[in-house]
Each structure stands twice: as structure tokens, then as C-alpha cells.
Nanobody, 123 residues
Framework: QVQLVESGGGSVQTGGSLRLSCAAS????????MAWFRQAPGKEREGVAT???????SYADSVRGRFTISVDNAKNTLYLQMNSLKPEDTAMYYC?????????????????WGQGTQVTVSS
């Protein structure tokens, strides 16, 4: 049984930092496509950062330069380091793995999802 379990969320003030973790079991993250998404109340889910099977990373414009996605293969864990947090970063954050759909060489759908971890940034 595949499980993705996020942790590391919490409440911070503007300018603070958090590191989210996504521990995978039942599925190896080695050479896997993975991503972080977020969804704020009343808004659609949006992609935050991706880690492709070949190690390439990409970021949403809103977080580029502040967030860093990485993976520890030994721990089978995906991370999202979030610095210089802003109130607009407040959302439920989800990790995803196993690309099941692609569009122009980019993963457009994931088969495994975590349950989410809440991030709240106060001004």
C-alpha cells in the first residue's frame, strides 16, 4: 500500500520559514516525478514546485526564489523548504508522486497524493 505522509506545516509570521516533508512508503521516490501543490480556501489547487524523474525542478512564479524542492532518496522523502513566507502562502499543502499523465513532456497528473499539511502565515 502506497502512502505519502506530509508533515512540517504550522503557523509562522511573515518572513518566516518552514520545511515540509513528505515521507513515502510502498513507493520508491528514486527517479520518480514528484510535486508539491497547495490549495487555499475558496481557491483552486495550484502547483507549487515539481521534481522531475531526471532531477529537473520547476517552480510557480509566486514562489520562485523563496521555495526549494528536494528529495532524500535514502529517506525516501520529498521536501519543500519555504523561506520568506508571505500571508498569500497560507494554504493546505499536498505532495504528489508517480506521474500518470504528461503534456508536452511535463507531468500533468499524479497518481499518489498525501493528506496535506496546513501552512498559515500571519502578517
Amino acid at each position: 500500500q502506497v502512502q505519502l505522509v506530509e508533515s512540517g506545516g504550522g503557523s509562522v509570521q511573515t518572513g518566516g520559514s518552514l520545511r515540509l516533508s513528505c515521507a513515502a512508503s510502498g513507493y520508491s521516490l528514486i527517479s520518480a516525478s514528484m510535486a508539491w501543490f497547495r490549495q487555499a480556501p475558496g481557491k483552486e489547487r495550484e502547483g507549487v514546485a515539481t521534481f522531475a524523474y531526471d532531477g529537473r525542478t520547476s517552480y510557480a512564479d509566486s514562489v520562485r526564489g523563496r521555495f526549494t524542492i528536494s528529495v532524500d532518496n535514502a529517506k525516501n522523502t520529498l521536501y519543500l523548504q519555504m523561506n520568506s513566507l508571505k500571508p498569500e502562502d497560507t494554504a493546505m499543502y499536498y505532495c504528489a508522486a508517480r506521474c500518470v499523465a504528461s503534456n508536452n513532456g511535463l507531468c500533468s497528473g499524479y497518481g499518489y497524493w498525501g493528506q496535506g499539511t496546513q501552512v498559515t502565515v500571519s502578517s
